[in-house]
């Protein structure tokens, strides 16, 4: 190889400089002059100044990684939920002063260009968002790593209002084209599908193999992920299908146009849209296809570009480990054995000793629905040799059983990866267990419930094998990119190490009890809460108080979730202060706050929507209640929007039914930027009221073991229904059709639901709830010794910094080292 030439150095970094780099970029990237270009002209033309100035670190980063093929993390995600790329891009690149000294120079608004940017909503909720936060500390702390994923044409839906009933768009996030993303279309690699296997001849020796039936291209589109100012840049590598031909030109020509494209659209289905599910698997082909197409793009790329040539795969555990986002990306484990097994004619045990040790698995959650499967028809006729294996992993896995439980045929058949019940069928969780070389919940109490319940057979078989990783957010963009006052204050105070090390927020402790510093902690929140004003006005033409308390719930829709026991509380106000038993001069002015979107097939989930708006109007209408009392629920929750919401937020409500949420990442965000819990024993709440202790935590409601107890018991929601009033007056209201125009039968499902079943115990902790509810008013009374506690909050986040997911990932289960790239 001739010597390599360096890349461009690093652009000046001057106002001049970026502005000439601007022009340059709108006169010949988008063929405008100033004058005449457009806003979204103008933000492709300064993401692309931003991206040039990344781009020499980007190819040092790859040049550096290709040369020490050092230990490397590739986290298998179906999901990235990012987020906006300008801001975080600026902010890394350190060039945020810069740019918005030269845009404005020439007299272009530079937020409005930052606003034009429509964010890349390539997930769901919590599981794809923790994704793009863990690619964030990977490259700020010098992680070698590469994301990989799929590039879904249309993402997550747009979420809009029809009378209060949620209707679904599609999100068409590439229309206006996206600057950040590089195609690499030379490096297409093939994916087969179908058809049939059979035994075949090497060099004299049996070995087996597929002859799929169709074939689909994946093409690559590498994402920057550049550290925070530390001069790397990761990739992110999602993956976009393709026809193998576009079109056959025989059956154009005859004038079957339809057909002729058939193949082609047939392929392109594969990435044209994310499955808008969120806590439960959709079992339809096409997902699978998905979940296929994109790890088998992934390894062929890590094994035949990554990897030197003439690498001993023998030694791949020494050189990478898969990480596995949930249960999506499984099907890797035996597309390895087939490569290994089929490809490389390796022995089978040999194959499957570098297999168990190059791939590790998160389970995200607890939910028996949520865990995913796929009938045995289906992926016989997808993936025939792939299921082939699976039979193998699982015959030579139950043997192992077996031998360390003789004769316990209830535990062989609870164990074995192949379900037989209601069908035949692959539980891939099992499949990941058994594969992987470590098993890892998402919290402390989730950890422990994977243990004792969800995989405990696996956990007594190995119990080395299981381990936790408490989930954790990025400081970049939750609280540096999102609140940018408070921000500044801490920076004054301590400096801004906390950026990179969370942990050093413990140094605000002291000024919690300084009155100074708390007049200026509740400044930034007075403010955050007009920025939230603003944007609320402008997106939605809503109005909100900025002088009420801010009591926010913002996640996906879900029972488990139980939106419905906040709704709950304020029909339960409402109703008492219209019927004169309580006066609304003693009730604490709130602003409630929701935003949730609903997977479209989930039909409580939208009555549940439907009925929160529908509360809104009422009592946003009730003059009565002017200035005290308010429901907002703007449409289309998304990164974008809970950048402004959370930082603005006083009250975070984190009330899921005890054993249901696995982490949460939300309730980490809300603690960082000031607000207080009102929460549950659930999930990653349980670390939170760890550290920040009792007296700034509103604890409420039936723990696990009380939960299991209740449940066993035979849990009769009715019982709480006939012995509290309020909770009886309150469902009443929504029975006789008080929110739907006296038309009982509209919200019907949801009463008659939480009297018969209520599967998520809403009933049952609905007195402990308004409780807590009640120390909230008493404690927000007190705005002294309520900012001290919003401050004992932000000064004990540290420990939910991202950053420090990764050392725990790094030391529990991937072993690999931080390397510098800087030259
Ligand atoms: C979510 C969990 O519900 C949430 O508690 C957690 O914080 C987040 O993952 C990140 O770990 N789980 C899912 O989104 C999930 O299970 N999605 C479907 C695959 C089932």
Redesign the pocket.
């Known amino acids: 190889m001739t010597q390599q030439t360096a890349p461009i150095a690093i652009r000046e970094r001057t106002v001049d400089a970026f502005t000439r780099e601007f022009l340059r970029e709108l006169n010949f990237g988008q063929g405008v002059d100033v004058e005449r270009s457009s806003v979204n002209d103008r933000y492709l033309a300064l993401a692309r100044t931003v991206r040039h100035y990344l781009m020499t670190r980007w190819i040092e980063t790859l040049r550096h990684q290709w040369e020490h093929q050092a230990k490397s993390v590739a986290y298998l995600s179906a999901e990235y939920l990012l987020g906006r790329q300008l801001d975080n891009a600026l902010l890394a690149s350190d060039l945020t002063d810069i740019a918005r000294t030269s845009v404005e120079s020439l007299g272009i608004d530079f937020d409005e260009l930052r606003d034009a940017e429509i964010e890349p909503g390539l997930g769901?909720?919590?599981?794809?968002r923790?994704a793009a936060c863990f690619v964030d500390s990977l490259a700020t702390m010098n992680i070698p790593a590469v994301g990989y994923g799929i590039r879904y044409e249309y993402g997550i839906f747009e979420q809009t209002f029809v009378d209060g009933w949620q209707v679904e768009k599609a999100d068409d996030w590439l229309r206006l084209g996206s600057p950040w993303e590089f195609p690499h279309p030379e490096a297409a690699v093939e994916v087969g599908f179908g058809g049939t296997t059979e035994d075949h001849e090497v060099d004299g020796e049996k070995r087996r193999r597929w002859v799929p039936a169709w074939n689909v291209l994946g093409v690559p589109y590498n994402y920057m992920v550049p550290g925070y100012e530390n001069g790397r840049v990761n990739t992110l590598r999602l993956w976009s299908a393709r026809a193998t031909h576009a079109f056959d030109l025989q059956i154009f020509n005859s004038g079957d146009y339809e057909e002729a494209v058939r193949a082609q659209t047939f392929a392109e289905n594969i990435s044209k849209v994310l499955y808008p599910?969120?806590?439960?698997?959709q079992g339809k082909e096409l997902r699978l296809q998905q979940q296929y197409f994109f790890v088998a793009c992934s390894l062929r790329d890590f094994l035949d570009r990554v990897l030197l040539r003439g690498f001993d795969l023998h030694n791949l555990p020494e050189r990478v480990t898969f990480q596995l986002n949930?249960?999506?990306p499984v099907i890797a484990v035996p597309e390895l054995m087939r490569i290994l097994v089929d490809e490389r004619g390796w022995k089978w045990d040999e194959a499957w000793a570098v297999t168990q040790r190059v791939f590790a698995y998160t389970c995200?959650?607890l939910l028996p629905e949520?865990l995913?499967v796929w009938s045995v028809e289906l992926l016989g006729r997808l993936l025939p040799r792939h299921l082939e294996i699976i039979y193998r992993i699982n015959e030579e896995f139950l043997e192992v059983v077996r031998t360390r439980w003789p004769d316990d045929e209830l535990r062989l058949r609870r164990m074995s990866i192949i379900a037989e019940h209601p069908e035949r069928a692959v539980r891939m969780a099992f499949l990941a267990t058994v594969a992987g070389v470590k098993v890892n919940g998402?919290a402390e109490l989730h950890s422990q419930l994977l243990r004792d319940k969800v995989l405990a057979d696996f956990a007594e078989l190995w119990p080395d094998k299981f381990t936790n990783v408490t989930?954790g957010i990025t400081p970049r963009r939750f609280l540096k990119l999102a609140n940018p006052g408070l921000s500044d204050l801490i920076t004054e105070a301590i400096g801004d190490g906390w950026v990179t090390d969370l942990d050093r927020l413990e140094g605000l402790l002291p000024l919690a009890d300084d009155a100074e510093f708390r007049r200026r902690f509740r400044e930034v929140k007075a403010a955050n809460k007009l920025r939230l004003v603003d944007m609320l006005a402008h997106r939605d033409g809503s109005t909100i108080d900025p002088d009420t308390m801010l009591d926010v719930m913002v996640k996906r829709l879900h029972e488990y979730k139980r939106q419905m026991l906040k709704l709950l509380h304020v029909i339960s106000l409402y109703e008492q202060v219209t019927r004169g038993r309580l006066d609304i001069a003693d009730v604490t002015p709130r602003t409630f706050a929701f935003g949730a979107k609903a997977a479209p097939g989930y039909r409580m989930a939208k009555q549940i929507i439907g009925l929160i708006n529908a509360v809104g109007r009422t009592i946003n209408d009730e003059p009565a209640l002017e200035g005290r009392l308010r429901i907002v629920f703007p449409a289309n929750y998304n990164v974008t929007l809970a950048e402004c919401l959370i930082p603005a937020a006083d009250l975070s409500e984190q009330i899921s039914l005890a054993g249901k949420?696995?982490?949460?990442?939300g309730n980490m965000k809300f603690m960082l930027n000031g607000a207080l819990t009102i929460g549950t024993d659930d999930?990653?709440n349980v670390e939170i009221r760890q550290l920040v202790g009792d007296d700034n935590f509103f604890l409420f409601g039936l723990d696990e073991p009380a939960v299991e107890k209740v449940v066993a018991a035979g849990y009769r929601p009715t019982s709480f229904y006939e012995s509290i009033p309020n909770l009886r007056h309150a469902l009443d209201l929504v029975a006789r059709g008080t929110f739907s125009g006296g038309d009982r039968s509209v919200f019907e499902p949801i009463v008659s639901n939480l009297l018969s079943e209520d599967r998520f115990l809403v009933l049952a902790d609905f007195q402990a709830y308004v409780d807590a509810q009640a120390r909230v008013d008493v404690a927000y009374a007190d705005t002294e010794g309520w900012t001290r506690s919003a401050v004992i909050n932000v000064a004990r986040a540290g420990f939910f910094s991202s950053d420090r997911s990764m050392r725990d990932y790094l030391d529990r289960i991937w072993h690999a080292r931080q390397v510098a790239t800087r030259p």
């Open positions: 769901n909720g919590g599981l794809g923790l599910e969120d806590s439960t698997p949930d249960t999506h995200h959650t949520a995913e998402v989930n949420e696995a982490s949460g990442t999930g990653a």
